[in-house]
Nanobody
Framework: QVQLVESGGGLVQTGGSLRLSCAASGRTASMYVMGWFRQAPGKERDFVAAINWGGARSNYEDSVKGRFTISRDNAKNTVYLQMNSLKPEDTAVYYC?????????????????WGQGTQVTVSS
């Protein structure tokens, strides 16, 4: 079992920045692929970014490339999502997820564990 707790969400103006954190606990938490997904009101949950356990490989959804950066600190069992140049369309609940294996999958169904989510609101 792996438990995930997100933090760092909030209200920010267009063009601003936020850094989300996801603290993982449980068995060999640092060995999991970690991902971030988001769900806007009335929409499906979408992939944002993912990183493998070593941090050498990552994937991003096209609309966040160049603006968001995923990273991890395995010593702290924490994964981060640095979000810059935020836009109103980035407004959503952001979820951290974990999966066993080595590939930073972009499919939500590949992930085994999920956090409760943290709200990000970008005002225009």
């Amino acid at each position: 079992q792996v438990q995930l707790v997100e933090s760092g969400g909030g209200l920010v103006q267009t063009g601003g920045s936020l850094r989300l954190s996801c603290a993982a606990s449980g068995r060999t938490a640092s060995m999991y692929v970690m991902g971030w997904f988001r769900q806007a009101p009335g929409k499906e949950r979408d992939f944002v970014a993912a990183i493998n356990w070593g941090g050498a490989r990552s994937n991003y959804e096209d609309s966040v490339k160049g603006r968001f950066t995923i990273s991890r600190d395995n010593a702290k069992n924490t994964v981060y999502l640095q979000m810059n140049s935020l836009k109103p369309e980035d407004t959503a609940v952001y979820y951290c997820a974990a999966r066993s294996g080595t590939f930073p999958s972009m499919k939500g169904t590949d992930y085994d564990y999920w956090g409760q989510g943290t709200q990000v609101t970008v005002s225009s």
